[in-house]
């Protein structure tokens, strides 16, 4: 199965101070995932946390990546 799951933080690079918290919160996810046989896509807008796929984002495009990847998994 693929899954997506967006974190804002990551996703935007817009609040520096909540990166590193949204980051360990998405790659327990990712990898709870992954480690159970699916693909996990993921948008970043410069962090990537070691499992499953980037998507490159940003903060003004962020909305734009969910909802266009959103169709594929």
Request: proline share 3%; aromatic share 6%; glycine share 8%.
């Amino acid at each position: 199965m693929k899954i997506l799951i967006a974190e804002f933080a990551v996703g935007t690079d817009i609040e520096k101070s909540l990166i590193p918290e949204g980051a360990a919160m998405l790659k327990t996810l990712a990898e709870s995932f992954v480690r159970v046989g699916h693909e996990v896509y993921y948008p970043a807008a410069g962090v990537e946390i070691g499992a499953g796929t980037a998507l490159r984002s940003t903060a003004e495009n962020f909305r734009q990546v969910i909802e266009r990847e959103a169709k594929k998994v």
